[in-house]
Nanobody, 127 residues
Framework: VQLVESGGGLVQAGGSLRLSCVASERAFNDYGMGWFRQAPGREREFVAVVTWSGGSIYYADSVKGRFTLSRDLAKNTAYLQMDNLKPEDTAVYYC?????????????????????WGEGTQVTVSS
């Protein structure tokens, strides 16, 4: 499976962006998917994840109430709507397949649960 992110850009604080993650095949029908981000000099961090069943979506506390994850299975695409952006949201945003199945509760405990990382899309929020 190959994932391609798009939709990043430069936006002022308080603005919005919508990121897209397109899969090369029907990965999102069988697995969950997650959004992560990495700022310069920092480790990759969890942003949001939808479980394989689509029944649960989890968000990092730092984005809860501002970001919304959704997916369109017919288009093999997932989205991350980002509203009320802050300068601290500046990072490269990545999507990945979450291969956890069965009873899934909460975000992935390890990046080893993720695979098929995309190349990322840059989001820059100016103050």
């Amino acid at each position: 499976v190959q994932l391609v992110e798009s939709g990043g850009g430069l936006v002022q604080a308080g603005g919005s962006l919508r990121l897209s993650c397109v899969a090369s095949e029907r990965a999102f029908n069988d697995y969950g998917m997650g959004w992560f981000r990495q700022a310069p000099g920092r480790e990759r961090e969890f942003v949001a994840v939808v479980t394989w069943s689509g029944g649960s979506i989890y968000y990092a506390d730092s984005v809860k109430g501002r970001f919304t994850l959704s997916r369109d299975l017919a288009k093999n695409t997932a989205y991350l709507q980002m509203d009320n952006l802050k300068p601290e949201d500046t990072a490269v945003y990545y999507c990945a397949v979450d291969r956890r199945i069965g009873l899934v509760e909460g975000p992935p405990a390890s990046l080893r649960d993720l695979s098929s990382w995309g190349e990322g899309t840059q989001v820059t929020v100016s103050s």
